[in-house]
């Protein structure tokens, strides 16, 4: 093939470079935190041309800080222009951004869009008016309290859609479906996702990369029998299993250590907001195709197929790839396609890619084909396979009994083995009222999982769970916040899984339960299940005190979170009934009639 010489190339960067300076000259103040990305991306030359957009950004706390890193990578760019008004406003904008910074850090203001405290929420507001996030929740709650009307017309105070930020907009796009304005919401997610998403992808590529060098190096130095005093005195004599344990901690630490990796996943996470605004949009799409008729509705079908797939970062053809099709096809109601996928893993695969597609069966739901696939793993396997199924035959497992059936046939040395040993005895603790016994027990296996990094996702997922258990042995509501906060990470980590999503809109919904308990009743000494909390809420309902009680359920912004999470639970699981029976409980506790029926036609 041809390669191209000097001026090919440089006429090629010009090219580059105008259309990014026109796609930013596009959006302009209208849509200020999409049209700095494209001036950045044009070069030096678009510094000055950036700067009306600059200029509407730093009005806006919120919006300054929905533009991540992109006004600092600006204002590094306006430190080589001569234009006085450029570096006027370079010079300002280290104060604007540091401002932005502690309103969002306030710690008045947080408490107040943590508890939804209504009076509180309202004074923040009047003192910012134009704090985006407190609108927000202001109107969600109206929301919640059946005023979609007035909700919307609170976030339309905060000016056109692109003035908005990306989060907002997802609420506001959200409340546009839901009074029937499907088109408008489909468009406005859409205008939304496409410049964000590429930015996503390549964040999430970067750091898969950087992860996978970074272990590169200590791994090859481990085989060549180079590593630190410490961790080899720390390896001798020991068993495989535990040698494996020691060398993966170690491991975990030097990554999790890593600036580089740190830098990195905070710019992934810069930009996953996306990922939720990518299942809604594809959510809202099939709504769409489901009234349309002939190619509108294939044309709609596709938009929608190739938006779950784009939060996917797996290349075509690979075993990844493949799964994930496989998902993306069940989560679009066309299962034989699914399985069709499913089943070339199945045919091609070993050991370790069948176990994947039983773990993907039990993230859509499926629990009966996972067990099935599981237990020919196990019958057919040795070694780690064979532990392996073993271990997710446990979590398929429907009593205690059984999953201590099958961890005590996988190998008991191994870490992941004890840890949920442990777990189960932790419970069984409990169960029998040995409380201090149990919260003991809970605490370990929560410190066992974070050994191994709040970035880990099944990890910090886990550890939530053993901190739900401290709630129970305790009565202490800081567990409930921490397994929140586990899981908001792990969500960030895993933003297309069932599971996680599942379990963190839980872990809101019980959260949101006992605070609102935790008014009427001492939540402290009853410690109530999430099942328990729901069902006093419900005779307190069902009493005197209905009106009250309904409306503090309805402005608690945890439980806001938890209806949309489940949602997008039921459009990542569509075969699993677990996060519908759970938003049908929650609608019932509220009395909302007519979200129950929107819950039923999107079932049909």
């Not at 099935?372 to 070694?383: K, M």
């Amino acid at each position: 093939a041809r390669v191209a010489d000097v001026s090919e190339r440089a006429e090629f960067v010009r090219r580059g470079s105008a259309l990014h300076q026109r796609l930013g000259a596009q959006y302009g103040t209208d849509w200020p935190v999409e049209a700095l990305p494209e001036f950045l991306a044009a070069g030096n030359d678009a510094t000055a041309a950036a700067l009306p957009v600059v200029d509407a950004l730093a009005a806006s706390p919120s919006l300054a800080l929905a533009a991540a890193a992109d006004p600092e990578a600006w204002r590094t760019a306006a430190g080589r222009s001569h234009a006085p008004a450029v570096t006027a406003r370079a010079a300002t904008l280290p104060d604007v951004l540091s401002g932005a910074r502690l309103l969002d850090e306030n710690a008045a203001r947080r408490q107040a869009l943590e508890s939804g405290d209504r009076p509180a929420l309202e004074a923040a507001l009047r003192a910012h008016p134009d704090d985006q996030p407190v609108a927000a929740a202001l109107a969600a709650q109206r929301h919640r309290e059946g005023e979609t009307a007035d909700a919307l017309r609170r976030l339309e105070a905060l000016g056109t859609p692109g003035r908005m930020t990306p989060s907002v907009r997802g609420l506001y796009a959200q409340l546009l479906a839901e009074v029937g304005r499907v088109a408008e919401a489909d468009e406005l997610l859409t205008r939304t996702i496409e410049p964000r998403l590429p930015r996503y992808q390549s964040a999430q590529r970067a750091l898969l990369a950087a992860v996978e060098q970074e272990q590169r190096a200590p791994v090859e130095r481990a085989r060549a029998g180079v590593l630190p005093d410490e961790i080899r005195e720390r390896l001798r004599n020991q068993p495989e299993a535990e040698q494996q344990r020691i060398f993966t901690e170690w491991l975990t630490a030097q990554l999790r250590a890593s600036p580089t990796l740190a830098a990195l996943r905070a710019t992934r996470d810069a930009h996953a907001d996306v990922v939720s605004l990518a299942l809604s949009a594809g959510m809202i799409k099939l709504r769409r195709a489901n009234s349309l008729d002939g190619a509108a509705r294939t044309a709609a079908l596709a938009e929608a197929e190739r938006l779950f797939l784009a939060i996917r970062d797996e290349a075509d053809g690979s075993t990844d790839f493949r799964l994930g099709l496989g998902q993306v096809y069940h989560r679009l109601g066309r299962a034989a396609q699914g399985d069709r996928e499913m089943a070339a893993v199945l045919r091609e695969g070993g050991p370790q890619e069948k176990l994947s597609v039983a773990n993907v069966y039990r993230e859509l739901g499926n629990r009966d084909r996972a067990r099935e696939i599981a237990e020919d793993v196990f019958n057919h396997s040795t070694g780690r396979d064979r532990v392996g199924a073993a271990m997710l035959l446990s979590l398929l497992a429907d009593t205690e009994e059984t999953q201590e059936q099958w961890l005590r046939r996988a190998d008991s040395q191994d870490e992941a083995v004890r840890v949920r040993l442990r777990d189960l005895e932790a419970r069984r603790a409990l169960t029998e009222g040995r409380a201090a016994d149990a919260d003991r027990a809970f605490a370990e296996v929560a410190a066992t999982y974070l050994r191994r990094g709040t970035n880990d996702p099944a990890s910090a997922n886990n550890a939530s769970i053993a901190h739900f258990g401290r709630y129970a042995a305790t009565g202490d509501v800081a567990h409930i916040n921490a397994a929140v906060r586990l899981l908001e990470r792990s969500r960030a980590g895993a933003a297309d899984n069932a599971i996680v999503a599942h379990n963190l809109a839980s872990s809101l919904c019980y959260q949101g339960y006992v605070r609102v308990l935790g008014t009427l009743v001492r939540t402290a000494t009853l410690r109530p299940s999430e099942s328990d909390a729901q069902l006093l809420l419900g005779t307190l309902v069902a009493g005197p005190r209905r009106v009250e009680v309904l409306t503090a359920l309805r402005r608690d912004p945890s439980l806001g979170r938890c209806v949309e999470l489940l949602r997008q639970a039921e459009a990542l699981a569509p075969r699993s009934f677990r996060a519908y029976r759970q938003e049908h409980a929650h609608l019932e506790l509220l009395d909302d009639d007519g979200a129950l029926l929107g819950m039923l036609a999107r079932m049909e």
